[in-house]
């Protein structure tokens, strides 16, 4: 059974930084694409950042150049820096890995390309 944890999160001021973490057990993360999608109050849930198989990523507009995503496939744990954060950044953060194996990270910015899901870690961003 795949399981995935996330940690990391936290309180933080506008402008300040944050580093989640994303364990998965039960499958290699190796050959699957993996996500971070994020859902704030009254919101749906939205695509962050994805990394694949070739260590390829993509992100969303509203995070790009301030997120990155990495990850470490010998700890099988996946990252999310959060770098000069906004108010708006403000949500419960969610892992997710992929449904099929390979493919090009572009292809894997909706919620339906992911199987499986952690119970999300809250990110709080104060202004």
């Known amino acids: 059974q795949v399981q995935l944890v996330e940690s990391g999160g936290g309180l933080v001021q506008a402008g300040g930084s944050l580093r989640l973490s994303c364990a998965a057990s039960?499958?290699?993360?190796?050959?699957?694409?993996m996500g971070w999608f994020r859902q704030a109050p009254g919101k749906a849930r939205e695509f962050v950042a994805a990394i694949n198989w070739s260590d390829d990523t993509y992100y969303a507009n509203s995070v790009k150049d301030r997120f990155t995503i990495s990850r470490d496939t010998v700890k099988n744990t996946v990252h999310l820096q959060l770098n000069s954060l906004r108010p708006e950044d403000t949500a419960v953060y969610y892992c997710?890995?992929?449904?099929?194996?390979?493919?090009?990270?572009?292809?894997?910015?909706?919620?339906?390309?992911?199987?499986?899901w952690g119970q999300g870690t809250q990110v709080t961003v104060s202004s």
């Open positions: 039960g499958r290699t993360i190796g050959p699957y694409t």
């Open positions: 997710a890995s992929a449904g099929r194996e390979y493919g090009a990270v572009e292809s894997f910015r909706n919620y339906q390309d992911y199987a499986y």
